[in-house]
């Protein structure tokens, strides 16, 4: 597999050579040692063509390897390739690559729209988790992080939003997302 694809392909072409329970066999025996088609074919008890389909997936993810011996193709696994694959695919920096053209701040903004009033103002605060969490993240935004902020300052922000400014400010605490001391807030970095 070629590693300058998009990781996104990348991770596609790995999963669907791994996602299937023949396919995973294979991968296990020949991690035992190089079988050749028919071999695996016996074993598994499938038919030579099918096992050849399942190889040639695992030699497109760069997860097998053939060579002939004889009058046979016989197949070695690769397994620095498959350690170093998912070593490389699976690092904390990739898999946040996979999604980097997808809107993640869609829904927040379909929630806040679907709790706001046309002038900005939430007609009632969220009950679910998930939904009030988004309605305090748009708040958030409205704090500088690092800047210190009177309680009062917090209210006032806080209210352009809704009235009950002392349940929302609560909620900003009580996520960690506003810190409180002596009653000075601030949005961390």
Do not use: C
Not at 17 to 37: C, F, H, M, P, Y
Request: net charge neutral; hydrophobic share 40%.
């Amino acid at each position: 597999m070629e590693s300058n694809e998009n990781p996104l392909d990348e991770l596609v072409v790995f999963f669907k050579a791994l996602a299937d329970e023949n396919r995973l066999k294979i991968v296990g025996l020949l991690a035992q040692r190089a079988l050749s088609t028919e071999q695996l074919a016996v074993i598994l008890d499938l038919k030579p063509a099918t096992v050849s389909h399942h190889l040639s997936k695992l030699a497109e993810a760069g997860l097998a390897h053939a060579h002939t011996e004889s009058h046979y193709k016989v197949y070695e696994l690769q397994a620095d390739a498959l350690h170093a694959m998912a070593k490389r695919l699976l690092a904390e920096e990739t898999l946040p690559k996979a999604v980097s053209e997808v809107d993640v701040d869609a829904y927040d903004r379909k929630v806040v729209a679907d709790f706001s009033k046309r002038d900005g103002r939430l007609k009632e605060i969220p009950a679910q988790r998930k939904k009030r969490e988004a309605v305090l993240r748009r708040i958030l935004e409205e704090f500088r992080p690092a800047k210190r902020y009177s309680e009062k300052q917090v209210n006032d922000i806080i209210g352009r939003f809704h009235e009950d400014t002392a349940t929302l400010r609560r909620e900003l605490v009580g996520y960690g997302w506003l810190k409180r001391e002596s009653s000075i807030y601030w949005r961390e970095e």
